[in-house]
Each structure stands twice: as structure tokens, then as C-alpha cells.
């Protein structure tokens, strides 16, 4: 999954040992999405990309992401897992429209529509909807 937005905090890197005996790093970020209504979203980077993709507050970002849920003494827990980010231009739109052809252009070798069957109302009957 991807979303567009502007990160507003850093959270400071967190690194320990695996009972395997393992050692990990995981950076925390908050993200706000660029829309009419805002949503945060608190993600992270675990391992290698930890360090891979270095993000400062006020950049803008398009993040690719994971979500994932886990359950731990009955309750559950939801984690979204940064695996790529991209930095973007926070004035750009997140996706350029394309602009429809107008309908009376002709399209050099289109195939033309089949023709429309005729659905009209049969002698006697009225083609008034009944609400």
C-alpha cells in the first residue's frame, strides 16, 4: 500500500538484542496525509531500512507500506511497516489526471460501437418507470 504525506516527528531510534540473541534497530516516524481531512499515521522502519531511508520533519514523502496485527495476552496490536519512501515535491499532486479525449474527435482506426438496441415501450405499454 502507499500513502502521500508531510512527516511531522521523528521519533527517537530504538535498538536491543532478540532473545535469539539478534540485534535490532527500529526508527518511528509520524506521517500527515495531504488531504481535505488530515489522518496521521505512525509507522516505522525496522532493520537495515532503519538507517536506508533517513527522513527529517517537513519532508514530504510518498511511503510504501505493510500493515500488519499481532495478538498478545488477548488483545491486538497493529504495526504499519515502512518497506520504501520516496521523497516528492509537497507542492505536486499526488497523481496527474489524464484528460479525456472530447467525444467529437474521431479516433484514427477505433472500432465503432455495435449499435444500441431499442428498448422502447411495446404497443399498448407505457415507458413510465412504476415509482
Do not use: C
Not at 540485534?23 to 532503519?50: M, S
Request: charge should be negative; avoid cysteine.
Amino acid at each position: 500500500m502507499e500513502v502521500t504525506g508531510k512527516i511531522i516527528q521523528k521519533l527517537e531510534l530504538q535498538s536491543g538484542t532478540s532473545k535469539a540473541g539478534n540485534a535490532w534497530t527500529k526508527q518511528e516516524y509520524v506521517l500527515e496525509t495531504i488531504e481535505n481531512f488530515p489522518k496521521k499515521i505512525h509507522f516505522d522502519f525496522f532493520g537495515e531500512r532503519a538507517n536506508q531511508y533517513p527522513l527529517e520533519v517537513g519532508d514530504t514523502v510518498t511511503l510504501s507500506f505493510d500493515i500488519e496485527s499481532r495478538e498478545y495476552n488477548g488483545r491486538w496490536y497493529t504495526s504499519i511497516r515502512g518497506w520504501k519512501a520516496e521523497k516528492t515535491d509537497g507542492n505536486a499532486p499526488a497523481a496527474t489526471p489524464v484528460a479525456a479525449a472530447p467525444v467529437n474527435d474521431v479516433v484514427p482506426n477505433a472500432v465503432p460501437a455495435p449499435p444500441v438496441p431499442d428498448f422502447g415501450a411495446s404497443e399498448g405499454e407505457s415507458d413510465d418507470l412504476p415509482f
